[in-house]
């Protein structure tokens, strides 16, 4: 079985088109993946360019993620590089990961706005998990927790860019990584605690942690 994890960076749709935004009001302008093998090892990756239709790049969209205009100006459309995507991914059972759900509603709503209809896209919609919340109940926390924070709790480094498809992807399953080695997790848990006291904001369940056969809560694959 396949493991794929999965990132979308996305721009506003225009105001003037009002209909679109009824649908959505935003449009994916990269999508990056990394696909892991039976051994939680990464094996490929993926990261492609897509040119928006009803929207532009603004400006602080463009500072986060440093894609520009310019970028995408020349990029193939959503359906193209979402079948390429999907060949990328393969035959084999596969199981779709990402930080939050945020990407899985994105990617079900550009479909039917763009008359995407693949059968593929359906199973990786209906086999997607969020690892955010399963980290989450990992470690007790029921707010959400951006990525950055997450691995600098679990003593990891963010590897690449920021807010950068590929690279968000990558680091999500270093992250899926860490919670598959029981031992190295283990050790880890200390410094995701002190991560943990200095922040009232989020909210904590200390007798949750840690429960018996911990790891095997992950969901099934």
Not at 173 to 199: C, R
Request: proline share 4%; aromatic share 10%.
């Amino acid at each position: 079985m396949n493991k794929i994890f999965i990132d979308l960076e996305f721009c506003g749709i225009d105001r003037q088109n009002e209909a679109v935004r009824k649908i959505t009001p935003f449009e994916i302008i990269e999508i990056g993946a990394v696909k892991l093998n039976d051994k939680d090892e990464i094996v490929d990756e993926y990261d492609s360019y897509i040119h928006p239709v009803y929207g532009s790049i603004e400006k602080e969209i463009s500072e986060l993620t440093h894609i520009t205009n310019e970028d995408v100006a020349e990029a193939r459309p959503f359906a193209e590089v979402m079948a390429e995507f999907l060949d990328w991914i393969g035959d084999e059972e596969t199981t779709v990961y990402s930080w939050s759900m945020s990407d899985h509603a994105q990617l079900e709503k550009e479909c039917r706005l763009k008359s995407c209809f693949d059968q593929r896209v359906d199973d990786l919609l209906t086999h997607w998990i969020d690892f955010q919340k399963v980290f989450g109940g990992l470690i007790g926390i029921e707010q959400s927790i951006a990525l950055d924070k997450a691995l600098t709790g679990a003593g990891l480094t963010f590897d690449g860019m920021q807010h950068r498809a590929n690279s968000d992807a990558i680091n999500t399953a270093k992250l899926y990584q860490l919670t598959q080695d029981e031992e190295q997790f283990q050790k880890q848990l200390t410094s995701i605690f002190e991560w943990l006291k200095p922040s009232p904001d989020l909210t904590v369940t200390m007798g949750s942690l840690l429960p018996p056969g911990l790891l095997g809560d992950l969901p099934a694959e």
